[in-house]
């Protein structure tokens, strides 16, 4: 079955920037999607389409993508942006949708 | 104001039977499909599948088909996640969440129903 790949873990101080990564082999056909989950919450959208933000959704979130890779740009982090960040796309049918792994950001 | 509401938190013996419920508003409930997303406790998101209102047309990702069922009322702009025998590794956080029939992703999501499965 179709998989996507994120880092289990990224760790920035505040101010700095948090990239997470997304791969998977239908990504070039496929839009990702990411979210973002903090502890007890339901996910939230952070990024459609792989690039476009939601209403409500700071500028310092922004998505990219190349090829089998999507990457989730954090921008001067903040201490609230401590949270589960999922990537979240298509297999290449478009038929099944699939999560990946998610990623915690810490903050120090 | 696109709002989707969960049934409450169930307690539920392995072998029993459940049905959970995600009611949407603010939407035209037949332009947009309803997921179902399983959340074990400590582990990450797993889409469950997918069900399109305006045909009641379901799938199933590989894992959960004939686990689960997926269904959907029109008239009450209510989904459902059914299982007919519950086990303990059914244990988990279970989200309904809605996006656009043509897009993948979600953009409104449901508050979660805890489903716990205990002898």
């Known amino acids: 079955s179709y998989e996507l790949t994120q880092p289990p873990s990224v760790s920035v101080s505040p101010g700095q920037t948090a990239r997470i990564t997304c791969s998977g082999d239908a990504l070039p056909k496929q839009y990702a999607y990411w979210y973002q989950q903090k502890a007890g919450q339901a996910p939230v959208l952070l990024i459609f389409k792989d690039t476009e933000r939601p209403s409500g959704v700071p500028e310092r979130f922004s998505g990219s993508g190349s090829g089998t890779i999507v990457t989730l740009t954090i921008s001067g982090v903040q201490a609230e942006d401590e949270a589960d960040y999922y990537c979240?796309?298509?297999?290449?049918?478009?038929?099944?949708?699939?999560f990946g792994g998610g990623t915690k950001l810490t903050v120090l | 104001e696109v709002r989707l509401v969960q049934s409450g938190a169930e307690v539920k013996q392995p072998g029993e039977s459940l049905k959970i419920s995600c009611k949407a508003s603010?939407?035209?409930?037949?332009?947009?499909?309803i997921g179902w997303v399983r959340q074990k406790p400590g582990q990450g998101l797993e889409w469950m599948g997918t069900?399109?209102?305006?045909?009641?047309?379901?799938r199933y990702s590989p894992s959960f088909a004939s686990q689960v069922t997926i269904s959907s009322d029109k008239f009450t702009t209510t989904a459902y996640l059914q299982w007919d025998s519950l086990e303990a590794s059914d244990t988990a956080m279970y989200y309904c969440a809605r996006g656009n029939v043509t897009l993948a992703g979600a953009d409104y999501w449901g508050q979660g129903t805890l489903i716990t499965v205990s002898p």
């Open positions: 979240q796309s298509a297999d290449s049918t478009g038929t099944h949708r699939v």
């Open positions: 603010g939407y035209s409930f037949t332009n947009f499909w």
């Open positions: 069900i399109y209102p305006g045909d009641s047309n379901s």
